[in-house]
């Protein structure tokens, strides 16, 4: 059972549009984290958000942490090549201790 | 060191061997995870040491798979008689409390 799952799986896209991936889930997270991983390379932790309805702003990345702490949402405005890569969601579960979920993975492809 | 060290990078071996693969965390980190992926895709959770508590084994997919950590630090985990669906990135994370992940750059097995 996947507990986190993301959309789209797969997103290829022109220098300068913008996209949003998303992250939803049934089960009620304490935090949720968003990583970007590039070939041959770890996931690297871009954001974590903990308040429901909180947004953060990372340049030209938007992340928003549902109401209900169920979902998340990353917005990236006028994508740049350097923004190709796989990004994952991630989030501990209420009660639970550090033991994170990753999500099923965006694979982000930005022609220029 | 200053990031989390796999080792080794690349590994590739016979069905029915033994593996060991290894991972250097980042010094003052008390919590090392790992975690297993396939082709690029979401991560799996394999098993997770906090501090002296007993590591966390939920996520291990058969008896064929084993971790230690020494000392608080150095993890090893262990695949006996390898098989082909073993093939994979293992990754090895650490944090401190409260914070996100640092990985490692992975060790990607191929069984052959």
């Known amino acids: 059972t996947q507990l986190l799952e993301q959309s789209p799986q797969f997103l290829s896209i022109q220098e300068g549009e913008n996209l949003t991936v998303y992250c939803n889930s049934s089960?009620?997270?304490?935090?949720l984290q968003w990583y970007r991983q590039e070939p041959g390379e770890g996931p690297v932790l871009l954001v974590t958000v903990v308040t429901g309805g909180e947004v953060k702003k990372l340049k030209r990345l938007t992340f928003q942490f549902g109401d209900a702490r169920k979902d998340s949402s990353l917005h990236i405005t006028a994508a740049q090549p350097g923004d190709t890569g796989l990004y994952l969601c991630a989030g501990a579960l209420r009660g639970g201790y550090q033991k994170v979920t990753f999500g099923t993975g965006t694979k982000l492809q930005v022609i220029p | 060191g200053a990031g989390v060290s796999q080792s080794p990078s690349n590994k590739v071996t016979e069905k029915g061997k033994d593996v060991e693969l290894r991972c250097d965390p980042i010094s003052g980190h008390t919590a090392l995870y790992w975690y297993r992926q396939s082709l690029g895709q979401g991560l799996e959770f394999l098993i997770y040491f906090q501090g002296n508590s007993a590591p966390d084994k939920s996520g291990l997919p058969s008896d064929r798979f084993s971790a230690e950590r020494t000392g608080g630090s150095v993890s090893t985990l262990t695949i006996q008689r390898t098989q082909q669906e073993d093939s994979a990135v293992y990754l090895c994370?650490?944090?401190?409390?409260?914070?996100?992940?640092?990985f490692g750059s992975g060790t990607r097995l191929t069984v052959v």
């Open positions: 994370a650490s944090n401190k409390q409260g914070s996100g992940y640092t």
């Open positions: 089960s009620v997270f304490s935090s």
